[in-house]
T-cell receptor, first 114, second 115 residues
Framework: AQSVAQPEDQVNVAEGNPLTVKCTYSVSGNPYLFWYVQYPNRGLQFLLKYITGDNLVKGSYGFEAEFNKSQTSFHLKKPSALVSDSALYFCAVRDYTGRRALTFGSGTRLQVQP | GAGVSQTPSNKVTEKGKYVELRCDPISGHTALYWYRQSLGQGPEFLIYFQGTGAADDSGLPNDRFFAVRPEGSVSTLKIQRTERGDSAVYLC?????????????FGPGTRLTVL
């Protein structure tokens, strides 16, 4: 069975500093990996995905994520955090067998302080 | 363009009642998914439609839950004999095709409260 772990319930960072939100996964075979962001009272918004190719994936709003196969990780990063980045972030995985369901982590709340 | 829409945004019902939750996917999207998100948790998969048929309903918790998509567009999630444990936000998502590398686009959700 596939699973996703987001080890930090909350990440605090000062505006202008780099941020990292951690994600590790477990799947059979090659993974498809996704990051979503959830703002209060709004649905999940797609940020970026890793399917194959370059390990560094660039996405929306200046976010990027690095796929590391040996460490089974897919950490979300941004060079310079904005207060408006404060939200709930979810990592998700889908395995290579073709099952369409996404398995989500429990989420990490990012708080960017001015 | 219009995103995924869900109605109602909030639903309060009493234990034992029947409820229906509606999802309008993005126009032209053939795949539709239902997830359930409990407080403090990530979304959990319920059911996936490709066209009109349920291609994977392995996430439905029991036979009180049922979903339909009769014309391959709008979908309705139906819950019979609701229980307090059914209280959650029910999320609908759609994707252009059922390809495994396609991202899913989510609606704002329906918050169900069972008293």
């Amino acid at each position: 069975a596939q699973s996703v772990a987001q080890p930090e319930d909350q990440v605090n960072v000062a505006e202008g500093n780099p941020l990292t939100v951690k994600c590790t996964y477990s799947v059979s075979g090659n993974p498809y990996l996704f990051w979503y962001v959830q703002y209060p009272n709004r649905g999940l918004q797609f940020l970026l995905k890793y399917i194959t190719g370059d390990n560094l994936v660039k996405g929306s709003y200046g976010f990027e994520a690095e796929f590391n196969k040996s460490q089974t990780s897919f950490h979300l990063k941004k060079p310079s955090a904005l207060v408006s980045d404060s939200a709930l972030y979810f990592c998700a995985v889908r395995d290579y067998t073709g099952r369409r369901a996404l398995t989500f982590g429990s989420g990490t709340r990012l708080q960017v302080q001015p | 363009g219009a995103g995924v829409s869900q109605t109602p945004s909030n639903k309060v019902t009493e234990k034992g009642k029947y409820v229906e939750l509606r999802c309008d996917p993005i126009s032209g999207h053939t795949a539709l998914y239902w997830y359930r998100q409990s407080l403090g948790q990530g979304p959990e998969f319920l059911i996936y439609f490709q066209g009109t048929g349920a291609a994977d309903d392995s996430g439905l918790p029991n036979d009180r839950f049922f979903a339909v998509r009769p014309e391959g567009s709008v979908s309705t999630l139906k819950i019979q004999r609701t229980e307090r444990g059914d209280s959650a936000v029910y999320l609908c998502a759609s994707s252009l095709t059922s390809g495994v590398n396609n991202e899913q686009f989510f609606g704002p959700g329906t918050r169900l409260t069972v008293l």
